[in-house]
């Protein structure tokens, strides 16, 4: 009963009522239904949001009127706002991902290129080594060939040594 016999406009929040007035001036000069969102006001002050659906009514005879449906669209106004917000949740997680993506490339490639490097360098400390122990025992080797041994211990010592000349070479 409050609203009866009341101007729609007056229930209009003041921020949206230059837009109500010109959807009631549009909407009293065209058949067509007219459509927006606005912001209403209740007795107690406060505003929420609604969708208005506007058409002129005119019978011959009688005064041209303007029929207004409105519905509360708080709830999907609320639910469009946690959206929005998940939404930017969403993309915020996601370029966190992106950037971790790329630390982590970055990161294995750098271990993949210590790794490499570390393999480089243990192989020439084997190779250094080995070359090192492998001229001393062809030392020794060479020491036993010269000392009075029998031929076939002659010949199995020249055997050792070529084997380990050949080792040298690769």
């Known amino acids: 009963g409050k609203l009866l016999k009341k101007r729609f406009s ?3 929040a003041p921020e949206d009522r230059e837009r109500f007035h010109s959807l009631y ?12 969102e606005l912001l209403l006001q ?10 208005l659906d506007c058409q002129r009514v005119a019978a011959p005879g009688t005064a041209t009127l303007q029929r207004i449906a409105l519905t509360d669209v708080s709830e999907l106004k609320h ?4 959206i929005a917000a998940e939404r930017k949740a969403a ?32 192989a020439q400390d084997l190779h250094d080594d080995l070359g090192q122990l492998l001229a001393v025992v062809k ?8 000392s009075r041994q029998s031929d076939s211990m002659r010949t199995t010592l020249k055997e050792i040594e070529d084997l380990i000349d050949r ?3 690769s």
């Open 10 to 12: 007056t229930l209009v």
């Open 25 to 36: 001036v549009s909407a009293m000069q065209r058949d067509d239904r007219q459509a927006c």
């Open 42 to 51: 209740r007795g107690d002050g406060s505003v929420f949001p609604a969708h």
């Open 79 to 82: 639910a469009e706002g946690r």
């Open 91 to 122: 993309e915020s997680l996601e370029e966190k991902v992106r950037k971790r993506t790329a630390q982590l490339r970055a990161l294995a490639i750098a271990l993949s290129l210590a790794e490499e490097r570390e393999r480089r360098a243990l």
């Open 139 to 146: 030392m020794k080797l060479t020491v036993l060939h010269d």
């Open 167 to 169: 080792s040298n070479k």
